[in-house]
């Protein structure tokens, strides 16, 4: 896991733990400083993540994600 993803991991575990549901794109990407148009970077920062089976995504769902357990 890079620092960047690491950094987005924490913010949503942090953020659900506050509100109860996942951010949305728009508030992860205020969260990571990144410009507007950057769906694109925190989508892949997701992708990574699920792929390390750290969250699943639930597909056509906002703020569908969910925090897998640790081992």
Not at 14 to 28: K, L, R, T, V
Not at 41 to 56: G, N, P, R, V, W
Request: net charge positive.
């Amino acid at each position: 896991m890079t620092k960047k993803q690491k950094k987005l991991y924490d913010f949503i575990l942090q953020y659900m733990s506050q509100n109860g549901i996942a951010p949305n794109f728009d508030e992860m990407i205020a969260y990571m400083k990144l410009s507007p148009k950057s769906k694109s970077s925190i989508f892949q920062y997701l992708t990574a993540l699920e792929s390390e089976k750290m969250i699943t995504r639930i597909p056509a769902k906002e703020r569908g994600i969910k925090i897998n357990e640790r081992r």
